[in-house]
């Protein structure tokens, strides 16, 4: 059973910038991808970014342009590099890791945006 556990989420003013992290407990390699998504209370989990294991990179399209998806093999880590933050980037931020026999998913961090 792999577990993820990310880090990095905090308060931050709008325009300011944070990189979560999302470190496995095992190889990312055996996932065909990895992804980060987030949820407000209230709402459902939204699709925010993912990374191939050939790092082909997808994003929604609140994010493009100002969040960066990248991923570490070899330290079984994937990063979410945020900046240009909005007071509506704050949710609780979950990694995600996709295989073939389901999904695999952290226990979240907390990003807010706020003044």
């Not at 987030?38 to 082909?56: E, L, M, W």
């Not at 070899?74 to 979410?80: D, R, S």
């Not at 945020?82 to 952290?106: I, K």
């Amino acid at each position: 059973q792999v577990q993820l556990v990310e880090s990095g989420g905090g308060l931050v003013q709008p325009g300011g910038s944070l990189r979560l992290s999302c470190t496995a407990s095992g190889s990312i390699r055996i996932f065909y991808a990895m992804g980060w998504y987030r949820q407000v209370p209230g709402n459902q989990r939204d699709f925010v970014a993912s990374i191939s294991n050939d790092r082909n990179a997808n994003y929604a399209d609140s994010v493009q342009g100002r969040f960066i998806i990248s991923r570490d093999n070899a330290k079984n880590t994937v990063y979410l590099q945020m900046n240009s933050l909005r007071p509506e980037d704050t949710a609780l931020y979950y990694c995600a890791a996709y295989s073939s026999g389901g999904t695999y998913w952290g226990q979240g961090t907390q990003v807010t945006v706020s003044s």
